[in-house]
């Protein structure tokens, strides 16, 4: 019965819209969502979010990759008086003439391990006096030096076990993206598809009651009706013919907003299908709890907020006490009235510097920051598990929720064949006079009310049913994780 009523409702809306065949847009629920998630502001907002996480990513990246970088002054041209300090302290104003262009070549490579930094430098000054006619080259032909941060915190190793969760986060992030638009149009689907039920059972109503009501003024010229029954007919049309108009207006709104949201320009009519292929896969909460775990951003957030507590911690305990950094450098460098000159016999340099900083009185500022942080990664801690809780039980409750609606809408299938049976025996039994008009007026009711019913058991099936996937990220039908290129 309910496939046959399926085969009504179908007929029955493209007969409604054959006027503009050509113009009229037929969408099963598969269609609508593909459409809404290939158009809509939703799916362009997912994808610019995981373009920009995936560029994030790769500066993260780049971090950890040698470095060349060519810089200088080229030219450094001066034309002018500048202030000289003379012997006895006074300042005479000297011209200066002259150009101090300077190249330098640095490639440098970080150590994750400890956080120190490797330098390769290569740099050239040429310094010319134009008043007196003289060029000198000051250069080093090549150095090598190291500098090591002691005592501190250590941003690239802290870095590289937080920022790749942070980008598969991202990743599965515009996967459920993809299925949140998936549960948003559903919705949108059903209004309409709710409305144009409404319209067909509200045209229906209407015609059927016309009919009835020339019938029954037959009778009552034949006084076998009352005129209390005549009247209740009228008002059974009046309300009728209000129907239809509440529903015409109900499609243009749920069409809008359903155009709207896909991306569908034009003014063409959509004629939505009934979903018949109804899914009868069956789930456990074991398997989309782990399912979930394994695939859902919110299951790699858990890890990545606690990691991002133990590294505040650590960049708190980084900054207290002794801080030291050690340079270490070793090269050539020499100087010279020609370029060739200056890699020439080179002269050695070595540079060694140790800078280190102790606080002596800070009124226990460093200690507050290390107990703030300590403080802070236990009550994210607290706070995590917490979440977990909550996450665990939103999955046990929709995979309850699932298979209750895949079982109601069973039972609303069935209701709407009995209801539909009820109102053609009743229409019968009234034009064959063994039916009051009241029990007829109820028949109406109960047939339109079981109709609208299945479509709302639909709407809550399908509802569960693109719940169930976005909090899992797995197809149950096809037995997959959910991917997206």
Request: hydrophobic share 40%.
């Given at each position: 019965?309910?496939?046959?009523?399926?085969?009504?409702?179908?007929?029955?809306?493209?007969?409604?819209?054959?006027?503009?065949?050509?113009?009229?847009?037929?969408?099963?629920?598969?269609?609508?969502?593909?459409?809404?998630?290939?158009?809509s502001?939703?799916?362009?907002?997912?994808?610019?979010?995981?373009?920009?996480?995936?560029?994030?990513?790769?500066?993260?990246?780049?971090?950890?990759?040698?470095?060349?970088?060519?810089?200088?002054?080229?030219?450094?041209?001066?034309?002018?008086?500048?202030?000289?300090?003379?012997?006895?302290?006074?300042?005479?104003?000297?011209?200066?003439?002259?150009?101090?262009?300077?190249?330098?070549?640095?490639?440098s490579?970080?150590?994750?391990?400890?956080?120190?930094?490797?330098?390769?430098?290569?740099?050239?000054?040429?310094?010319?006096?134009?008043?007196?006619?003289?060029?000198?080259?000051?250069?080093?032909?090549?150095?090598?030096?190291?500098?090591?941060?002691?005592?501190?915190?250590?941003?690239?190793?802290?870095?590289?076990?937080?920022?790749?969760?942070?980008?598969?986060?991202?990743?599965?992030?515009?996967?459920?993206?993809?299925?949140?638009?998936?549960?948003?149009?559903?919705?949108?689907?059903?209004?309409?598809?709710?409305?144009?039920?409404?319209?067909?059972?509200?045209e229906?109503?209407?015609?059927?009651?016309?009919?009835?009501?020339?019938?029954?003024?037959?009778?009552?010229?034949?006084?076998?009706?009352?005129?209390?029954?005549?009247?209740?007919?009228?008002?059974?049309?009046?309300?009728?013919?209000?129907?239809?108009?509440?529903?015409?207006r109900?499609i243009?709104?749920?069409?809008l907003?359903?155009?709207?949201?896909?991306?569908?320009?034009?003014?063409?009519?959509?004629?939505l299908?009934?979903?018949?292929?109804?899914?009868r896969?069956?789930?456990?909460?074991?398997?989309?709890?782990?399912?979930?775990?394994?695939?859902?951003?919110?299951?790699?957030?858990?890890?990545?907020?606690?990691?991002?507590?133990?590294?505040?911690?650590?960049?708190?305990?980084?900054?207290?006490?002794?801080?030291?950094?050690?340079?270490?450098?070793?090269?050539?460098?020499?100087?010279?009235?020609?370029?060739?000159?200056?890699?020439?016999?080179?002269?050695?340099?070595?540079?060694?510097?140790?800078t280190?900083?102790?606080?002596?009185?800070?009124w226990?500022?460093?200690?507050?920051?290390?107990?703030?942080?300590?403080?802070?990664?236990?009550?994210?801690?607290?706070?995590?598990?917490?979440?977990?809780?909550?996450?665990?039980?939103?999955?046990?409750?929709?995979?309850s929720?699932?298979?209750?609606?895949?079982?109601?809408?069973?039972?609303?299938?069935?209701?709407?064949?009995?209801?539909?049976?009820?109102?053609?025996?009743?229409?019968?039994?009234?034009?064959?006079?063994?039916?009051?008009?009241?029990?007829?007026?109820?028949?109406?009711?109960?047939?339109?009310?079981?109709?609208?019913?299945?479509?709302?058991?639909?709407?809550?099936?399908?509802?569960?049913?693109?719940?169930?996937?976005?909090?899992?990220?797995?197809?149950?039908?096809?037995?997959?994780?959910?991917?997206?290129?």
């Amino acid at each position: 019965m309910k496939f046959l009523y399926t085969i009504l409702l179908l007929t029955i809306s493209s007969a409604a819209f054959c006027g503009g065949a050509n113009d009229t847009l037929r969408l099963t629920l598969q269609q609508v969502v593909e459409l809404a998630k290939a158009n809509s502001i939703a799916a362009k907002q997912a994808a610019t979010v995981r373009e920009t996480k995936y560029w994030e990513y790769r500066t993260y990246k780049s971090n950890y990759q040698p470095q060349l970088a060519l810089s200088g002054t080229l030219p450094d041209f001066k034309k002018t008086f500048s202030q000289t300090l003379q012997p006895d302290g006074t300042i005479l104003f000297q011209p200066v003439h002259n150009d101090n262009s300077a190249l330098k070549l640095d490639f440098s490579q970080s150590i994750t391990a400890t956080g120190g930094t490797i330098y390769g430098t290569t740099q050239m000054q040429r310094f010319t006096d134009f008043d007196r006619h003289n060029i000198l080259y000051n250069g080093v032909p090549y150095s090598i030096a190291y500098a090591q941060p002691l005592f501190q915190f250590n941003k690239l190793k802290w870095d590289k076990k937080i920022e790749p969760l942070k980008y598969n986060e991202s990743k599965q992030a515009y996967i459920e993206a993809q299925e949140n638009i998936a549960v948003t149009v559903e919705g949108y689907f059903f209004d309409l598809l709710l409305a144009q039920v409404n319209l067909h059972v509200a045209e229906t109503n209407y015609t059927n009651t016309q009919k009835i009501m020339a019938i029954a003024n037959t009778k009552f010229e034949l006084g076998k009706v009352s005129k209390n029954d005549i009247l209740q007919l009228k008002l059974e049309l009046i309300n009728a013919k209000k129907a239809v108009g509440t529903a015409k207006r109900d499609i243009e709104v749920a069409t809008l907003n359903l155009r709207s949201y896909t991306g569908q320009e034009g003014d063409s009519k959509i004629v939505l299908m009934v979903p018949e292929n109804i899914s009868r896969m069956s789930v456990n909460s074991d398997k989309v709890l782990a399912e979930a775990y394994a695939n859902r951003s919110d299951a790699i957030a858990f890890l990545r907020r606690i990691a991002e507590a133990k590294r505040d911690v650590a960049k708190a305990k980084g900054e207290t006490g002794l801080t030291a950094t050690l340079n270490a450098n070793l090269g050539f460098s020499n100087t010279s009235s020609s370029i060739t000159g200056v890699y020439n016999n080179p002269q050695n340099q070595q540079i060694v510097q140790l800078t280190m900083s102790v606080p002596i009185l800070d009124w226990g500022r460093s200690k507050s920051r290390t107990k703030t942080a300590l403080a802070n990664q236990q009550l994210v801690e607290y706070t995590v598990e917490q979440d977990k809780q909550t996450f665990q039980q939103q999955i046990i409750t929709q995979v309850s929720l699932f298979n209750v609606m895949k079982e109601q809408l069973v039972y609303t299938a069935e209701a709407d064949s009995i209801a539909s049976e009820k109102y053609h025996i009743a229409s019968e039994r009234y034009v064959l006079g063994d039916l009051s008009i009241t029990d007829l007026g109820i028949a109406f009711r109960e047939n339109d009310q079981a109709k609208r019913d299945y479509i709302t058991s639909l709407r809550d099936f399908w509802g569960a049913y693109y719940q169930l996937r976005y909090l899992s990220l797995y197809d149950f039908e096809n037995n997959q994780k959910i991917t997206y290129q």
